[in-house]
């Protein structure tokens, strides 16, 4: 079920914004291995705001826990499992190898690696490995008729073949997030982010025929 949409605009970093326009984005660090990086809690908390996840939710990416905290904190009960070993959940899980989501889980919730850098086993660097990583996350969803929210850049959406694979599953709402997020704190330096980035959500409890929800937070 989606509800309205309550956040109010402004920068959930805490840093003012910068006028100044950048031509060139320097972030000041190497790309992280497994295209890990921690999600900040705001970015979560945007998608509950919109969604009512069902269920055990699975974050099958889960890092170092920043987004199964967030989910836990909500009162879901989350299971989370990662390829790498970061200290939390269960590592040496291959999302991409998984026929089955875990018992009981009717939700999966994550931030999936976009394929920058064609590090995961199996996965190449382009962005075939992302349609790739979607497309098993929707045939997930679809067997337990369940619900998908993954953590996309904005402009991905956009793409010919993304757009076919969304309108061929039960896109349920896609929201904007108004801020770039920041993945990195390096104080006083830190960046606004390269990208604008959207939760998408697909539901196999969407009225057949009903057009996917635009909404912001």
């Not at 006028?19 to 890990?36: C, K, L, M, N, V």
């Not at 009960?77 to 999302?95: L, M, N, Q």
């Amino acid at each position: 079920m989606l509800d309205v949409p309550t956040l109010p605009l402004g920068d959930r970093n805490g840093v003012e914004r910068d006028p100044t326009p950048r031509a060139i984005h320097i972030s000041g660090y190497q790309r992280e291995t497994r295209d890990f990086y921690a999600t900040p809690a705001w970015v979560t908390e945007a998608l509950l705001r919109h969604v009512r996840l069902r269920g055990p939710v699975w974050e099958p990416c889960c890092g170092d826990g920043a987004m199964s905290t967030v989910l836990a904190a909500a009162g879901h009960e989350v299971v989370s499992t990662d390829i790498a070993d970061r200290g939390f959940g269960t590592p040496g899980i291959d999302f991409l190898a998984a026929t089955t989501v875990p018992g009981g889980c009717r939700s999966i919730v994550t931030n999936p690696p976009y394929g920058d850098t064609g590090s995961h086993a199996g996965q190449s660097r382009s962005a075939r490995a992302m349609l790739d990583f979607v497309r098993h996350a929707i045939r997930l969803a679809e067997s337990v008729e369940g619900q998908l929210a993954l953590l996309v850049r904005l402009n991905w959406i956009a793409g010919q073949r993304a757009t076919a694979l969304l309108t061929g599953s039960p896109f349920a709402a896609t929201i904007v997030l108004n801020e770039r997020i920041r993945w990195f704190d390096m104080g006083e330096k830190t960046n606004h982010g390269q990208h604008h980035h959207a939760w998408i959500v697909v539901d196999y409890a969407h009225p057949k025929g009903q057009p996917p929800a635009l909404l912001f937070a």
